[in-house]
């Protein structure tokens, strides 16, 4: 297993890297003939970008879609991207906030299904929460809406930790509830990545460096919204030196919980809890003793699942998720609510 990870993150390094080179890669895609014939129309609105491109990547072998291409010197004009949003059945919306809200105001044709992996409409009334495992109502939102908030690459770690405890009466929703979270460099952007990946880089990157000092990071509002904490959560997020990959731990003081819980008892109902999931593992209890009672940020690189963690003693618990930022944390989790939406198993065309 530790062979095929790495395989997963080397690939996952090589794609980023020549992330930049990739910006006119849907044309190119059409005019070879793979989109001829495909039946559901999709068109990616920053088809450019990290999250984009891994989209772009996933439907590679899918014949059920057909993907409207866009010319890299269009890529910002209003009026092709309007056009090709108002042809399309499902649009993926892989850009900055503004220009998200931008797009959707282009939208005239109301058939048309709208899955934003941007933090502009994740908390908007109207908009499904687009992680389906959280509840029966999520899923089913999900399925039938035609706007979905993609949630944010932390806050889907958070969320999974948090919301069933919330959910299940075991954690109280004033708790102050804290999270850290390490993270790979792609989830920042192009411009990050290209930073990250330069020669000539300033030595301070070699090191993990925290952010989001002032406690205003922009997946805070999600976090508190979606699980239904009375108090935003302290968060700590971490970006270090490697390209993908996500690992985020809430600590709990059993104490403060609601009832008499150890670790083994709060593994149990999470385990219950994403029973017959496909996309979320909760992993045996003690499974850390296999990696020497480490947990890596990287080993789920290039997978589009998440694994459960949960550790501790009678006094403190932790709660881990391990992900890909870019997988369950972005564009798979885009892709598992298209095929909700489409219909068909929910992990089509997704390495899980």
Same mark, same amino acid.
């Given at each position: 297993m530790k062979d095929a990870v790495e395989s997963r993150g080397t690939e996952s390094e090589k794609q980023g890297a020549a992330g930049n080179a990739k910006g006119n890669a849907v044309w190119k895609y059409w005019k070879e003939g793979y989109g001829k014939g495909m039946k559901t129309r999709? &068109?990616?609105?920053g088809s450019?970008? @990290? @999250? $984009?491109?891994?989209? &772009?990547?996933? &439907?590679? $072998?899918?014949d059920d879609i057909e993907i409207l291409p866009i010319r890299a010197e269009l890529r910002k004009d209003a009026a092709e991207r309007k056009r090709l949003i108002n042809e399309a059945d499902v649009v993926f919306l892989c850009l900055p906030d503004a220009a998200a809200k931008e797009s959707v105001g282009l939208v005239e044709n109301g058939d048309v299904t709208v899955i934003d992996a941007s933090t502009a409409h994740r908390t908007e009334e109207g908009w499904a929460y687009g992680f389906p495992e959280l509840s029966t109502a999520h899923r089913e939102a999900v399925r039938n809406s035609k706007r979905i908030a993609v949630p944010g690459c932390y806050a889907s770690g958070f969320i999974a930790a948090v919301y069933p405890l919330v959910a299940g009466g075991i954690l109280p929703g004033d708790y102050p509830v804290s999270a850290f979270a390490v993270s790979g460099y792609s989830g920042a952007g192009k411009k990050t990545i290209a930073v990250y990946e330069s020669g000539e880089r300033d030595r301070e990157l070699d090191a993990p460096r925290e952010y989001a000092l002032s406690q205003n990071h922009k997946h805070l509002n999600e976090m508190k919204k979606i699980t239904g904490l009375a108090r935003t959560p302290l968060f700590s997020p971490v970006i270090c030196d490697y390209y993908s990959g996500m690992l985020l731990t809430v600590p709990l003081y059993t104490d403060l919980l609601a009832g008499s819980h150890t670790p083994e008892g709060v593994h149990a109902f999470l385990e219950n809890y994403y029973a017959g999931e496909r996309f979320i593992r909760v992993m045996p209890f003690g499974k850390e003793a296999e990696y020497n009672g480490f947990l890596a940020g990287n080993s789920c690189a290039g997978w589009d699942g998440m694994e459960i963690y949960v550790t501790g003693n009678e006094e403190r618990v932790l709660v881990s998720t391990r992900f890909d930022n870019l $997988?369950? $944390?972005a564009s798979g989790a885009a892709i598992q609510c298209l095929n909700l939406v489409l219909g068909c198993d929910e992990w089509k065309g997704l390495h899980v």
């Open positions: 999709i &068109f990616i609105d450019e970008g @990290t @999250t $984009g491109l891994r989209i &772009f990547e996933r &439907f590679g $072998g899918r $997988g369950k $944390g």
